[in-house]
């Protein structure tokens, strides 16, 4: 496995894996609901600035994973991140995961950030789990922030400081 930060030309594999981690339906979009191309999310990646990043991991020529870092562009909040995170299907439980947050921590370490945050649906406990082992910490739940499968679902606010 190869972790690395995006390049351009892998907007359209990526624009695929995303819509597969969606069908898990542990994301935010629905299975289908993204409308991004690959169009779209190339020139978003030539026009990124220095305050984000995108890691994605690699086998065998395929992504399988990917980790997008998005900085802040207020003052009082230049020193966080926001992280979105998803593996491919086949991969998970095999490390791809450990390997893109540790690629993103050592990103922000370089830049002295202090912390990195995210949200996570509350009954996804494997990556709840995750996260934790990585020192993220729950720091609050938001109450039926999600309608998944006509259910109202939490999501847990996460983070860690570095």
């Not at 695929?16 to 409308?35: I, T, W």
């Not at 109450?143 to 570095?162: G, Q, T």
Request: glycine letters at 6%; charged letters at 30%; proline letters at 1%.
């Amino acid at each position: 496995m190869i972790i690395r930060k995006v390049v351009p030309a892998d907007a359209e594999q990526l624009v695929a894996l995303m819509k597969h981690v969606e069908e898990s339906n542990h994301m935010l979009f629905e299975p289908g609901e993204r409308k991004t191309t690959s169009e779209q999310l190339q020139k978003r990646l030539l026009t990124m600035d220095e305050k984000s990043t995108v890691f994605v991991a690699e086998e065998k020529n395929e992504l399988t994973g990917y980790v997008f870092v998005i900085g802040e562009d207020v003052k009082r909040k230049q020193h966080s991140v926001y992280i979105a995170i998803g593996v491919q299907q086949y991969v998970r439980g095999r490390g791809t995961g450990t390997e893109l947050l540790r690629a993103m921590e050592k990103w922000a370490i370089e830049r002295a950030l202090h912390r990195i945050e995210l949200t996570v649906i509350a009954h996804n406990k494997t990556a709840v789990a995750l996260y934790e082992k990585m020192g993220f910490n729950i720091e609050g739940v938001k109450r039926d922030s999600l309608y998944i499968n006509s259910e109202f679902v939490n999501e847990y606010y996460m983070s860690k400081l570095i």
